[in-house]
């Protein structure tokens, strides 16, 4: 089954749906056939409610004990909970090899992030299925998940030819472009499938995300607005003209979009972490700086979530003059801080806003993307930014933190002796200096405005800076 936005908005699955949350609402055990539990299951993990996907497996445990679909969604189960090692162990247990187990193997593949052997088996798929078989999609969508882009744009391209007016392979198609940025194809391509289907909602929602990606917010409202009159229970479009509204500056709206979320999802980071940087665009700080405050109250530890939201409570605090407070909040974050921390990149504002795989735009992506990124170049990052926004002490605490663990500190003794040299710590400031001296910083000659002179000496360095100072 290839699962997509339409079949989870299909009435035949709502109805599937609502039957089997009265069950439990009832708590009464909902007895189902196993399909209909695959379909459940994958529906929650669309929703990356990963919880409520473990209670449909459990249940179809115990109401079907022996169906091997079960240890197939334990699989799609354990990669979505980033598990792809015990995955695999699992997939031996399956003992056969067809179309759909494949699609599982490359999916497991891809986790571990084997695209060769991913990409074979997809490639294997497409070469021995027969024309429109359903799994073909699956393997070009392994091949979009791989980073093959351009290839399954070639292979569609090409059954295309055989069969033009065949709907699933012109949909791959379209994502294909998206994935090659060429949004415009892309949304000609929208344009005529929502002129045979004006009230799909997948079409309108794939269109205003391509033009959410490109920064057309106000196209991208429209296309979210469109879906959710089409279909009103549908939030995803009304989470996304919430970022859309906020971009465009539309704060009030934009407001009451994300308490609306807030409310009905109270233990939900990404609304409520929206509001609190609306109060900051507003100009009220403490409002901004208290709903961080309770962010962080309310989020588990080691999360990129909390690092951000200390962040930027310790920004805030030191706009407001709490330099001891914003100083506390800034070593909380580096001491728990996340292991994966690749938003750090993403310092385009002043306050660090969260991202998801939704709200990203093309610009994130391809700075996220360009290289993989160590976690010593994420915090300098960070320490840049601080730095670029004239928070001295908190990148101060930043550059040495991340000193520690850098094989090339001299671009970080350049940053160390700025800052401390321009705080009064002029003699702390030396050994900076000369480390970055003797590691040829040119950083260090642009930070105080002195022409590159790589055999220059400290002494030299302080007289050169004296004489622009006086």
């Keep these: 089954m290839n699962y997509d936005k339409g079949f989870f908005d299909s009435p035949e699955f709502r109805a599937l749906l609502a039957r089997y949350e009265q069950a439990l609402e009832l708590n009464a055990t909902p007895y189902f056939g196993i399909d209909e539990f695959v379909d459940i299951l994958s529906y929650y993990l669309f929703i990356e409610k990963n919880d409520k996907a473990a209670e449909v497996l459990e249940t179809s445990r115990h109401i079907h004990p022996g169906a091997t679909e079960n240890i197939k969604m334990e699989i799609k189960l354990l990669l979505c909970n980033g598990e792809p090692a015990k995955a695999m162990k699992l997939f031996s247990k399956l003992g056969y090899s067809d179309d759909e187990t494949m699609i599982l193997q490359a999916e497991i593949m891809l986790a571990l992030k084997d695209f060769k052997s991913a990409r074979e088996i997809a490639i294997a798929i497409i070469q021995n299925a027969s024309p429109g078989q359903e799994n073909i999609y699956d393997a070009l969508e392994i091949l979009l998940d791989c980073g093959f882009a351009q290839e399954a744009l070639f292979i569609c391209e090409k059954a295309l030819k055989a069969a033009p007016g065949n709907k699933s392979l012109i949909e791959v198609k379209a994502e294909c472009l998206i994935e090659l940025q060429r949004t415009d194809e892309a949304v000609e391509i929208y344009n005529r499938l929502l002129d045979e289907e004006p009230y799909s909602t997948l079409y309108w929602e794939q269109m205003g995300h391509v033009h959410y990606m490109v920064k057309k917010f106000g196209k991208a409202i429209d296309c979210f607005e469109y879906e959710s009159t089409i279909n009103d229970d549908v939030e995803y479009p009304k989470m996304m003209q919430g970022y859309c509204y906020y971009y465009v500056g539309d704060y009030a709206r934009a407001a009451g979009i994300f308490s609306s979320f807030s409310n009905k999802y109270p233990e939900s980071i990404l609304p409520d972490f929206y509001l609190a940087l609306i109060h900051y665009h507003k100009g009220e700080l403490q409002a901004a700086t208290d709903a961080f ?54 310092d385009g504002t002043h306050l660090y806003e969260l991202r998801d795989k939704e709200n990203l735009t093309f610009d994130d992506m391809n700075q996220l993307e360009i290289k993989e990124w160590s976690q010593a170049e994420e915090l300098h990052k960070l320490a840049e930014h601080l730095f670029r926004h004239g928070h001295l002490t908190l990148a101060l605490r930043v550059f040495k933190y991340c000193r520690e663990f850098s094989r090339d500190t001299s671009e970080i003794d350049a940053y160390l002796a700025f800052i401390l040299w321009n705080t009064g710590q002029k003699e702390e400031a030396l050994p900076a200096m000369h480390n970055a001296i003797e590691g040829k910083s040119w950083t260090l000659f642009k930070l105080f405005g002195v022409p590159y002179n790589a055999n220059i000496t400290v002494k030299e360095f302080t007289g050169s800076i004296k004489q622009k100072e006086s």
């Excluded at 407070?325 to 996340?338: G, I, K, Q, T, V």
């Design 293 to 346: 405050r309770r962010i962080i109250e309310k989020t588990p530890e080691g999360t990129i979530e909390i690092m951000l939201a200390r962040i930027n409570k310790a920004i805030l605090l030191d706009l407001c003059g709490d330099t001891k407070r914003a100083d506390e909040a800034l070593s909380m974050a580096l001491l728990m801080h996340s292991d994966n921390m690749k938003q750090l990149i993403l």
